[in-house]
């Protein structure tokens, strides 16, 4: 059987005009990003290589798909507006590009009993803090990320590197049944253990090696919070 991309390449050649199937999708890794629109896996090396030519016609195809979801989210927006959600909770949910409703909403409607939550406005104020962080350091958050416990020296890195592995499992668990409520309310048990790392533990330390490890932790703090939408955004200037 001819693979869907297998067949899209020969149509290339032939100078037929075959628009390739975009499909973003859980996990985060392997991914390709153009202009708004991203391509996942194997798809992405396709995408790639299909958009080396400044007059390709899926270059084209995705542009117009970039346009259609910019529609699409706009259309949420207004629409989630009426309903009386707050802007700051759907566009923290846009900032994930989610393109499917069911999807969208059950995201919106989870950041939003979050956002009601007393450890919200912390931990948005936490996401922020680690956005620009790793930000500024060019860490770019994947969902593939090593940490050396043997490099975990104090004890508020070690506390918060478990229990962000065990909210890594309910992370897991909630995602495939898109159970963002799930996920949100395990995040926000962090709370505390969040603010004691940043009170005791110097992310940006002498050695290399361990100003890497603690990087790669606030990534994977980041990382699980993404998986439902941009916190950050929660956040009050």
């Known amino acids: 059987r001819t693979s869907p991309w297998t067949q899209v390449k020969k149509d290339r050649d032939n100078g037929i005009r075959t628009p390739p199937i975009i499909e973003p999708r859980y996990p985060l890794n392997k991914k ?32 117009t798909i970039g346009q259609v979801v910019d529609f699409v989210l706009g259309r949420f927006t207004a629409l989630l507006q ?95 049944s898109q159970d963002y409520t799930r996920i949100l309310t395990a995040l926000a048990t962090l709370r505390n253990v969040i603010d004691n790392f940043f009170d005791n533990v110097m992310v940006m330390a002498d050695d290399e090696a361990v100003k890497n490890n603690r990087l790669a932790l606030l990534s994977l703090l980041r990382q699980l919070f993404l998986t439902t939408a941009d916190i950050s955004i929660l956040a009050k200037s």
């Open 32 to 63: 390709f990003k153009f202009g708004d629109t991203v391509f996942v896996g194997n798809r992405a090396e396709y995408a790639r290589q299909a958009l080396g030519s400044p007059n390709s016609s899926i270059m084209t195809y995705v542009e």
């Open 82 to 176: 009426d309903q009386a959600i707050a802007i700051d909770v759907i566009q923290a949910v846009a900032a994930r590009r989610p393109t499917k409703p069911a999807d969208y909403l059950a995201r919106v409607h989870a950041v939003d009993k979050f956002r009601a939550l007393e450890e919200a406005e912390a931990l948005a104020a936490a996401n922020k803090r680690v956005a620009n962080i790793l930000a500024k350091q060019n860490v770019e958050v994947t969902d593939t990320v090593n940490i050396d416990e043997s490099l975990l020296a104090e004890e508020a890195e070690k506390a918060l590197y478990v229990e962000l592995k065990a909210a890594q499992k309910e992370v897991d668990i909630a995602v495939p």
